[in-house]
């Protein structure tokens, strides 16, 4: 694989790190620290991906694993805010389904 045909993957899996980063913080200016070091990993991997890796694609295998943590970690952060502190009391649950709860004073002995 050229060094033409890695770069069609890798700038997409970059684009899409930036996107997570900024869906997940709201905002990512170029001149943020996040920002700078993606840029400078990417670029600081070119010459490394093209010599000196066990495998020519690991770079973009390890960013694409990355992208998608982001994602994940991005989804599951919605899920858990969207179902969270909806849990019912025994008394909600059973008059949903059109039973109730006999009362406490009923059960002295």
Not at 17 to 42: N, T
Not at 85 to 93: C, H, I, P, R
Request: net charge positive; glycine share 4%.
């Amino acid at each position: 694989m050229s060094a033409l045909e890695r770069s069609k993957t890798a700038i997409p899996t970059f684009r899409k790190i930036i996107s997570e980063l900024r869906k997940s913080k709201g905002v990512l200016p170029r001149d943020s620290k996040e920002f700078r070091f993606l840029v400078d990993q990417m670029r600081g991997h070119q010459v490394t991906q093209k010599m000196h890796c066990k495998s020519p694609n690991e770079m973009e295998h390890l960013a694409s694993t990355y992208a998608s943590y982001l994602h994940s970690t991005r989804v599951l952060s919605q899920l858990h805010d969207r179902y969270k502190g909806n849990e019912k009391t025994v008394e909600e649950s059973a008059h949903l389904v059109g039973l109730q709860v006999p009362e406490k004073n009923q059960w002295k002995l």
